[in-house]
């Protein structure tokens, strides 16, 4: 369990400095517009300070999955809900936290935080959309922000703590719902009312969302129905039944909304059964003959997409346990039939490399890139195999412009720190750890890491002017964390 440590604290956040908001465009939808009504209690500037403070303690704290492959992929579902959802006023940033139970939520500054469970337990990709799009409902009307505006019209006097217990109770369900009981307890069936009239809402704005992006209107309330029926009896339910209450009422509604849109059969996308492969064979917490067996049973289909993707898992399941002999044929026959597949050229370089055929993972990473140009997964795979070729000179070059374009991957900045140090430099070796200590709210240790890098250089450099430059935007940072 995390602790959210001065976060819930205090609401002095009035007097921090504020960043510029980029300009998002309102789509029409014929719903009210009741999200821009909490501006009283936070302003969005303000949203977006907390939510990349929860990050950088969520990336400390929690299992948070820096995979490339997988990124790309629930990076590219989630941008592809939010160009079709209203209201958008913040950027969105979706990602992954290695938890086999069930469960998501949503955070000031457009986080979205999804369990890998979630990819076990639904049977589609409209499915796992249904839930995305809820909780971009959630951040577009600012259902965090209003609850804090409803309990300040109650009691002021608790909003303080109020901060720190909602922001806890989103990712930690019972010490979050009790810190919360703790705080408001003279207005709980409130705060519980207006719970569920927010989640309701945001399962109508998420079904319009889930219609204008092509995928299956009637995935929400079966995924929400299959989810009730499974846990209407169990003692502990899923952490998402804590934060995202499941009576009979919501899911006639959510089901009678869908029923609304024109019914289509939706199918599901190869890169989803892909990413629910990688999830099994990399992150389900499972030995690799119960990896396999999982495949093997799943493999009596005849939907050629699920087929490949289980190919694919085995092919993990083998080149991680060292049995290369066996990946190669899966892998050559994935890649043959879909040589520009970025989970294909992933694994393939994976297997390159173990396998000492470094010449090779270069050349097609290489020619990857000049088809996809500045794809994520092949760059960072292209540093990685430049870095285990003994070229870490050009990694170096790769990784710095992969960072630039970007700061908030730790991968990118471990691979550039590792390169530095293959190189010979220790500044740069201690200035790229600093920015991985930085991206988890580690203040005081990446402003040392600075510090010593600073000390190394020559003495009135351009090197050392930017390390002083950072140790000054570091110790902001550190100030502003501070007053939370």
Do not use: C
Not at 95 to 103: A, G, K
């Amino acid at each position: 369990m995390f602790k959210l440590k001065k976060l819930a604290n205090g609401l002095l956040i009035a007097s921090l400095l504020t960043s510029s908001i980029p300009s998002f465009a309102k789509n029409d939808l014929n719903l009210p517009d009741i999200g821009t009504t909490a501006a009283s209690t936070l302003t969005i500037d303000q949203e977006l300070i907390y939510g990349d403070a929860y990050m950088r303690m969520l990336r400390a704290s929690q299992p948070v999955i820096n995979d490339p492959v997988l990124a790309e992929y629930v990076q590219d579902l989630g941008h592809r809900l939010v160009a079709n959802a209203n209201d958008v006023k913040t950027p969105f940033h979706f990602f992954l936290i290695n938890n086999r139970e069930i469960n998501a939520f949503a955070f000031f500054g457009g986080y979205v935080a999804l369990h890998s469970g979630l990819f076990l337990h639904a049977q589609s990709e409209s499915e796992l959309a249904s839930v995305v799009a809820h909780e971009i409902a959630h951040i577009t009307q600012r259902h965090l922000a209003r609850s804090m505006e409803e309990q300040a019209r109650r009691s002021p006097a608790t909003v303080a703590a109020l901060v720190g217990s909602l922001l806890l109770a989103i990712a930690a369900p019972e010490a979050g719902i009790a810190a919360i009981h703790a705080t408001t307890a003279g207005a709980m069936q409130s705060s519980i009312n207006y719970t569920r009239s927010n989640e309701k809402e945001a399962d109508r704005f998420g079904i319009d969302t889930l219609a204008k992006s092509g995928f299956d209107v009637s995935a929400m309330p079966r995924f929400f129905s299959r989810l009730a029926d499974q846990y209407r009896y169990a003692s502990t339910p899923p952490a998402m039944l804590l934060t995202h209450p499941l009576p009979t009422s919501r899911i006639t509604d959510s089901r009678e909304r869908a029923q609304q849109y024109p019914m289509k059969r939706v199918n599901t996308s190869l890169r989803y059964h892909l990413a629910r492969s990688r999830i099994v064979a990399r992150f389900a917490g499972i030995d690799s003959s119960a990896a396999l067996d999982w495949f093997s049973r799943k493999s009596k289909t005849h939907n050629t997409d699920v087929k490949q993707a289980l190919e694919y898992g085995k092919a993990l399941v083998y080149i991680d346990s060292k049995q290369y002999d066996k990946a190669q044929p899966l892998i050559n026959k994935l890649l043959k039939n879909d040589p520009l597949n970025t989970f294909y050229i992933d694994a393939a370089t994976d297997l390159d490399l173990y396998t000492k055929k470094n010449a090779q993972a270069l050349k097609r990473l290489k020619d990857g890139l000049v088809q996809l140009p500045n794809n994520p997964v092949l760059t960072i795979n292209y540093a990685h195999a430049l870095t285990e070729s003994n070229k870490p000179s050009e990694a170096v070059r790769v990784l710095q412009r992969y960072t630039h374009d970007h700061p908030d991957d730790p991968t990118g900045w471990q691979l550039l720190a590792k390169a530095y140090h293959d190189n010979g430099s220790s500044d740069g070796e201690l200035a790229a750890r600093a920015e991985v200590y930085a991206l988890k709210g580690m203040w005081n240790k990446a402003l040392n890491n600075y510090t010593q890098a600073s000390q190394l250089v020559e003495y009135g450099s351009l090197d050392q002017a930017r390390y002083d430059a950072r140790i000054d935007q570091l110790r902001l940072s550190r100030e502003r964390f501070s007053a939370l």
